[in-house]
């Protein structure tokens, strides 16, 4: 069973920052890929920023020169520092875990977390 801990939403006026964490913990080896997406209710959830296990990174258009994605492959963590925030970035923001394989070559699949608020007052 992998689980997939968030940290860091909340509610911050336009033009500040936060920082969002995410800690994947269970029977883990390997995680090719980690990120964050976000979804407005009533919307489809939408790519943020991904993070490969090699430190290639992928950033929506929205989000480019604002946002820097981080990871600890050994920790198995991933975090999104989020600068110059703008109320259209208000959403519920899921970290992801894709493509996570096991100490026994075994592919277990693709694991979400529960979701962060993020607000951004104007």
């Known amino acids: 069973q992998v689980q997939l801990l968030e940290s860091g939403g909340g509610l911050v006026q336009a033009g500040g920052s936060l920082r969002l964490s995410c800690a994947a913990s269970?029977?883990?080896?390997?995680?090719?890929?980690m990120g964050w997406y976000r979804q407005a209710p009533g919307k489809q959830r939408e790519l943020v920023a991904v993070i490969s296990s090699g430190g290639r990174t992928n950033y929506a258009d929205a989000v480019k020169g604002r946002f820097t994605i981080s990871r600890d492959n050994a920790k198995n963590t991933v975090s999104l520092q989020m600068n110059s925030l703008k109320p259209e970035d208000t959403f519920v923001y899921y970290c992801?875990?894709?493509?996570?394989?096991?100490?026994?070559?075994?592919?277990?699949?693709?694991?979400w977390g529960q979701g962060t608020q993020v607000t951004v007052s104007s």
């Open positions: 269970g029977s883990i080896f390997s995680i090719n890929a």
């Open positions: 992801a875990a894709l493509g996570v394989y096991s100490g026994s070559g075994n592919r277990l699949g693709d694991y």
